[in-house]
């Protein structure tokens, strides 16, 4: 009889094959079979779209903004169904759509409903691209934040290599080509999802680390070694029940606000400061080529502080390790002020602009591990879908706020200082997080783990004293 009871599976490696595999797929769906592509594309149709059809360029402009809006609207619902129906389904489903609604954008007559309700569908199809981040969160234990990291300057890897692809097709075979084109690329994408793309699996914690029930449910087993344990759930639905909060529990939760507060906040200077920078610095005696450099050098900057802040998010177990790059975009913001033309001046510009790309960079995959470490994976795409409108309003509504204040006051210098308030408030802001509810592997935190805040709903009046204590500290 002993021979028949089963021990707890050793801890599955970050680096095995069977994950390697399932983060090659979601590389290449990101990259090739999202609405990237064709939002990346938009800076390449502007001349010959508008000469063709005689649009305007705020005409043309509505297209990103119909993708968005509708993107930003849909992103609850969509994130709902990812949780409910399964990642495979939705991406799988959602990448096909995206990739025939870019093909039939190649037949437009000039209408501009047309072009702005192909835009819209896409910002609606590339939506279920957010079931991407709940599979890598569930995909890596100890380097989840370093895989995290990666998988968010996707946008940064996708900057260099969509161009020359979108610029060669437009070349060779004009703008209607160049969607056929992208079309085919994306949909040539959907046999890698398809065979590779897997759900997400329960965490299996090491030998060590079994709970009671593990041994229970052993016992169980082997009084009755006749009945098999499910090894999966109906098609279509996901294969397990993830450990998490509810979306209702976690929105009941002071840290659900705390982040989605400290992200929006986050936001306003990157999006609200993107289109008038350039003339900022011009402002201030610098040339646009030196000023286009500096772009480029945040990009770089960005990208080295994602990979560090995914180390920090490995190695400290906190939320509070965000709130010095907040200190640090705060620092940059503020010295933009002091710009001056010459060789000083631009030295000072290159450090401002590599310490904001920098803290920006670190604090990608730091909302989404937060996430993940607060509530868990059942409701992870509903809680990003619900957020998901208030950062496309940032994206939005910031840089016309800042361009209307330039066109009434003539500057923007204290754009910057009420933007590095801003970031001063979501020092504080990450500050007041409580303490993880969910251990490294997403398993709910315990007794046997140290302090942490309770799973439990926050109306649940027998944990309401600790709770209370645990979210003080």
Known sequence: MTADVQTPAEEESDFSIRKMKIAFAILVGTLFGSSILPFMAIAFLTLPMTEEFGWSRTEFSGGLTSMMLVGSISAPILGRLVDKIGVRVMIIGGT????????????????????????????????????YSKVIGALFNKHRGKALAIFGIESSIGGAFAPPIIQGLISN??????????????????????????????????????APADAAARNTAQAAPHEE???????????????????????????????????????????GLNPHLIPYIVSRGISVETASWVLSFSQ????????????????????KVAAPFSL??????????????????????????????????????MGTLFQ????????????????????????????????????????YEPVFVFMAFLMVITIGLYLALGRYRFAKDLTPKGAGDGPAESQTPVGAMADASAAMKQEGA
């Open 96 to 131: 096909v759509l995206v990739g025939l609604i870019t093909m039939a954008l190649s037949l437009q007559d000039g209408s501009l409903w047309q072009f702005y309700a192909g835009f819209g569908v896409l910002g609606l199809a590339g939506t279920t691209a957010i079931g």
């Open 173 to 210: 075979y004009g703008w209607r080509g160049m969607f056929v084109g992208l079309g085919l690329i994306m949909l040539a994408v959907v046999p890698i999802l398809f065979v590779w793309l897997k759900e997400p699996e329960a965490p299996k914690p090491p030998k060590s680390e079994a």
């Open 229 to 271: 344990a499910p090894t999966s759930a109906s098609a279509g639905a996901p294969a397990y029940e993830p450990p998490g909060l509810t979306a209702g529990e976690a929105l009941r939760t002071r840290d659900f606000w705390l982040i989605l507060i400290a992200s929006f906040l986050a936001l306003i200077p990157a999006m």
């Open 300 to 319: 770089l900057a960005m990208a080295a502080g994602a990979i560090v802040g995914g180390f920090l998010l490995d190695r400290f177990e906190t939320a």
């Open 328 to 365: 640090l975009t705060a620092i940059g913001l503020t010295l933009y002020l002091l710009l001056v033309s010459g060789t000083a001046g631009v030295a000072l510009l290159f450090f401002a602009a590599g310490l904001i790309g920098f803290a920006g960079g670190a604090k990608r995959p």
């Open 372 to 411: 993940l470490r607060f509530f868990g994976l059942k409701a992870f795409a509903t809680l990003v879908g619900i957020q998901a409108p208030f950062q496309a309003f940032c994206m939005g509504v910031a840089p016309l706020l800042v361009g209307m204040y330039y066109d009434k006051y003539g500057r």
